[in-house]
T-cell receptor, first 113, second 113 residues
Framework: QKEVEQDPGPLSVPEGAIVSLNCTYS??????FMWYRQYSRKGPELLMY????GNKEDGRFTAQVDKSSKYISLFIRDSQPSDSATYLC?????????????FGKGITLSVRP | ETGVTQTPRHLVMGMTNKKSLKCEQH?????MYWYKQSAKKPLELMFV???????ENNSVPSRFSPECPNSSHLFLHLHTLQPEDSALYLC????????????FGPGTRLTVT
């Protein structure tokens, strides 16, 4: 079983739709959960991070973490064509010298005008 | 300049060439990373430097050689690469104690012919 699984998509939705992006993981040591957005020909951009379980909201974006199910989600409300990008989930659990991020493969989202 | 910059943005090299990738961060961070991004694969961590010391060498072939002369600059020296090394090479930085909050550069698109 891979450490982090992410549906590869692609995903296409109409403008204004609510988008749900998800990742599952197997390593119960993960404590930080991140979502990155990557536009074509650009580097990943940190959207949000959450520590442990719970929800975090930032504008149209909401991140949810359910550690009991080892499942994280990113919701995008009122999706816009400018949200079209690849979304990567990432997780981190070790501290100190062994700390590193483990990424999902990413899902490409297209929001149709 | 702001954020994390990388040069060159595109590089085509033959298998016998030697070249270097450069990364510079303007965020006051003290940890820097090299990642490899290939199609349909998760981001692969290659090297980590924290407080200018290498703390991670993720079983990377010796044809890749990193250098971190100070906390703002990171290089990746390349020699005798293989066609399968063609990928997007991303540099990132963070505070050493906040490794979950990484900021990426735009990447260097490397093609090995």
């Amino acid at each position: 079983q891979k450490e982090v699984e992410q549906d590869p998509g692609p995903l296409s939705v109409p403008e204004g739709a609510i988008v749900s992006l998800n990742c599952t993981y197997s390593n119960s040591a993960f404590q930080y959960f991140m979502w990155y957005r990557q536009y074509s020909r650009k580097g990943p951009e940190l959207l949000m991070y959450t520590y442990s379980s719970g929800n975090k909201e930032d504008g149209r974006f909401t991140a949810q973490v359910d550690k009991s199910s080892k499942y994280i989600s990113l919701f995008i409300r009122d999706s816009q064509p400018s949200d079209s990008a690849t979304y990567l989930c990432a997780m981190e659990g070790e501290t100190g010298a062994n700390s590193k991020l483990t990424f999902g493969k990413g899902i490409t989202l297209s929001v149709r005008p | 300049e702001t954020g994390v910059t990388q040069t060159p943005r595109h590089l085509v090299m033959g298998m016998t060439n030697k070249k270097s990738l450069k990364c510079e961060q303007h965020l006051g961070h003290n940890a820097m990373y090299w990642y490899k991004q290939s199609a349909k694969k998760p981001l692969e961590l290659m090297f980590v430097y924290s407080l200018e010391e290498r703390v991670e060498n993720n079983s990377v072939p010796s044809r890749f050689s990193p250098e971190c002369p100070n906390s703002s600059h990171l290089f990746l020296h390349l020699h005798t690469l293989q066609p399968e090394d063609s990928a997007l090479y991303l540099c990132a930085s963070s505070q050493a104690l906040r490794m979950w909050e990484q900021y990426f550069g735009p990447g260097t698109r490397l093609t090995v012919t």
